[in-house]
Nanobody, 124 residues
Framework: QVQLVESGGGLVQTGGSLRLSCAASGRTFSTYAMGWFRQAPGKEREIVAAISRSGSGTYYTNSVKGRFTISRNNAESTRYLQMNSLKPEDTAVYYC?????????????????WGQGTQVTVSS
């Protein structure tokens, strides 16, 4: 098993940047594929970005392409989501998730482990 803890959320103005971190404890994080999801009030949880277990594959939902970057640091068992050019519609609770599967996954049901979430608020 792996335990996930997100950090780095906060309040930022439109056009600003934040970097979210997802720290893992337990089994080696490099053996997990990982995704970032978000959920705004009254909306379903949606995929933001994902990275394969090997790190060779990445996925971004259309609304964040060119603005967000998912990355990893296996030595630190940490995954990151760099968010630039933030917009008010990016406001949500952001979650990291992990799976022992080896592919690239955009569905929440594909992930076995979840963090507690971190709030991101973008003011207009």
């Amino acid at each position: 098993q792996v335990q996930l803890v997100e950090s780095g959320g906060g309040l930022v103005q439109t056009g600003g940047s934040l970097r979210l971190s997802c720290a893992a404890s337990g089994r080696t994080f490099s053996t997990y594929a990982m995704g970032w999801f978000r959920q705004a009030p009254g909306k379903e949880r949606e995929i933001v970005a994902a990275i394969s277990r090997s790190g060779s594959g990445t996925y971004y939902t259309n609304s964040v392409k060119g603005r967000f970057t998912i990355s990893r640091n296996n030595a630190e068992s940490t995954r990151y989501l760099q968010m630039n050019s933030l917009k008010p519609e990016d406001t949500a609770v952001y979650y990291c998730a992990a799976t022992e599967r080896s592919g690239l996954y955009s569905k929440a049901s594909s992930y076995d482990y979840w963090g507690q979430g971190t709030q991101v608020t973008v003011s207009s």
